[in-house]
């Protein structure tokens, strides 16, 4: 079981925080355009990503943002909404981290949050603000089991 999820199963509130790291490749962006069907060629030709101002292939926002939803899986959060703001291109190689933190906790464990993703220059990459349901004391139990 992973820290994280030690973590949840304990039961979160606010101001708790998680940070993962993730170096992104070329493949990955390959892969994630073959699952999303996502054939921007700014993702896969240095001639079109050139021609947007680009030093080179970028990887898809979606992939890079979905770093959130490792750390969502973790803690059992079922989402209800994210909003992404995309600041800069994420380039092959580049490495991210992402900071996911608890903001808001409501009755009901509805909660909401907010992730920072910076790159290895610790420069904004992605702003997400993102809204959801904590696992109650039921689900904390099965976490804990798995």
Known sequence: MTTIREQASRGLKQGDAFTITRTFTER????FGEISRDMNPVHYDERFAAAKGLRGKICHG?????????????????????????RRPV????TVTCVFTI???????RAKAEAVLCNQQEKVVIKAWLTGILPGQTERTILAQT
């Not at 890079?64 to 209800?80: C, D, F, K, N």
Request: proline share 0%; no cysteine.
């Open 28 to 31: 990955d962006a390959n892969v």
């Open 62 to 86: 979606l992939l890079v943002g979905g770093m959130i939803t490792e750390i969502g899986g973790q803690i059992g959060w079922l989402a209800s909404g994210m909003n992404f703001r995309f």
């Open 91 to 94: 380039y092959f190689g580049d």
């Open 103 to 109: 903001t808001e906790v409501e009755e009901r464990n």
